[in-house]
């Protein structure tokens, strides 16, 4: 690598020496051998980084863990359990997106050398001897790998903002989601919960192309915004598209307010909408997380489509019906305890009737 980075070098000083006579596509040129330069310094700094730094290499899967640790019990055990992991949330095809991801995993004191490892979207994981143990680790790991498919994702899920957990026990997500749905007042909430799933996939922004949800489904919108940009009110060039928002509460006008101010009309959690792929998982089987990441430059609907296996309206439907069968168990008061607390109530009013102002 050293004999292209010598003439490589000499090049560009002896181009950058003529700078003043360079034409426009000379000058693009010179960048692109910058960009080239910086490319194999990259390279060979981190090529000299794993030569100098003792570390195992594992494989779990399409993953390389780097590691200066490989026959701890603990890194075993944890692997283990990833590996059933990405068996379980994945398939056992698992996601040609992990192709080539790396996790390093640190179990000694804190190294700046183990550092120079990370390149690209490689996940560090520092893992104290003393208090490391398997369930710590492989929930690190599992966290690892979710921020490496959230990075390679694509534009359209890095957009659509959802939460991704795969690796998560689904039950507490889909309770919360269902109280999130039913207590909401945003846009489009409401009518979702009715069976509406138009207004579901506007709730949940997989509908993107129209602008904002339509005005029938915008009715919580003047009471979100009176709400949120209340203080906005002030600014004498918003005061007028406020009032026209908030007064007749015109959902139109609110959207108009919205985009003056540059925020979006409102929707659901990133965390809801992390389980419409819990969803498409249970319609379709762990492999339908791999075709989502398949085609990662694709729109957002089609992929959701293809992970599903069923249309758009389908796919609703049955995040829909998951979500409503989700509702979390109504918590209930012991006896006991409903009658310790009439018993303190009344005792306290016995007191209370024995004191001086009672006489």
Do not use: K
Not at 204 to 227: K, N
Not at 311 to 319: I, V
């Amino acid at each position: 690598m050293s004999r292209i980075r010598l003439p490589l070098g000499l090049l560009l000083l002896g181009v950058a020496s003529g700078a003043r006579a360079q034409t426009p596509e000379e000058r693009a040129w010179l960048a692109r051998l910058e960009q080239r330069a910086a490319a194999f310094a990259t390279r060979r700094e981190r090529t000299d980084s794993l030569a100098l730094v003792h570390h195992d290499t594992l494989r779990v899967g399409p993953l390389l863990v780097l590691t200066d640790s490989a026959a701890a019990p603990v890194l075993r055990t944890a692997l283990d359990r990833l590996r059933a992991q990405l068996i379980e949330a994945l398939g056992t095809e698992h996601v040609t997106t992990l192709e080539g991801a790396v996790l390093v995993v640190r179990f000694g004191p804190p190294d700046p050398a183990w550092g120079r490892l990370i390149a690209g979207d490689a996940q560090f994981i520092q893992a104290p001897r003393g208090a490391a143990t398997p369930q710590r680790v492989g929930r690190q790991l599992a966290h690892g790998v979710q921020q490496i498919l959230m990075r390679r994702g694509g534009r359209s899920m890095t957009a659509w903002r959802a939460d991704l957990r795969l690796f998560e026990d689904p039950t507490p997500l889909l309770e919360a989601t269902y109280i999130e749905l039913v207590t909401s007042h945003l846009p489009g909430a409401r009518q979702c919960f009715q069976g509406l799933l138009a207004a579901c996939g506007d709730a949940l922004r997989i509908v993107t192309d129209t602008g904002g949800p339509p005005l029938d489904q915008a009715e919580g919108l003047p009471a979100f915004v009176e709400q949120r940009y209340r203080w906005r009110a002030n600014e004498p060039a918003l005061a007028r598209p406020y009032a026209a928002c908030v007064g007749p509460r015109d959902p139109g006008a609110c959207v108009v307010f919205l985009d003056l101010i540059g925020a979006e009309v409102p929707s659901l959690s990133t965390r809801a909408r992390g389980t419409v792929l819990l969803a498409a998982r249970n319609l379709a089987g762990a492999d339908g997380v791999t075709r989502f990441f398949a085609d990662s430059a694709a729109a957002l609907v089609p992929r959701l489509e293809a992970a599903a296996g069923v249309p758009l309206d389908s796919l609703l439907a049955g995040w829909r019906a998951t979500i409503l069968a989700h509702r979390p168990p109504a918590t209930s008061i012991p006896a006991g305890t409903q009658w310790l607390a009439v018993a303190s109530v009344l005792g306290l009013a016995a007191l209370a009737t024995r004191s001086t102002r009672w006489r």
